[in-house]
């Protein structure tokens, strides 16, 4: 036997007053079920603006306004050395101080 079934087996044993109870908290039931369906979708139709709204910025252009002559000189001019032991023994000797 289903659920739907069920309830009506049993709505059927209720005195005419308590059937209508029963009715009036189905159609409670119904609204609830819709209302949340109604804010669901209203929900949805304002994020949808609000992605539209966020699809539709520009991000500026940065344009660096020094020219490659101006730049500063770099701090560190040796020449670059991929082979730089980075071990404690290289930096602090022996005792690792």
């Given at each position: ?44 139709l304002a994020m949808t ?49």
């Amino acid at each position: 036997m289903t659920i739907a079934e069920e309830i009506y087996e049993r709505a059927l044993q209720l005195p005419e007053n308590k059937a209508e109870v029963v009715l009036n908290f189905i159609g409670y039931l119904e609204m609830a079920a819709m209302e949340r369906k109604s804010n669901h979708i209203q929900e949805s139709l304002a994020m949808t603006d609000k992605l539209k709204t966020y699809s539709t910025v520009t991000i500026p252009v940065i344009v660096d306004e020094a020219p490659p002559d101006d730049w500063p000189e770099p701090i560190h001019v040796d020449s670059w050395d991929d082979n730089i032991d980075l071990s404690r023994n290289a930096l602090y000797g022996d005792d690792g101080r």
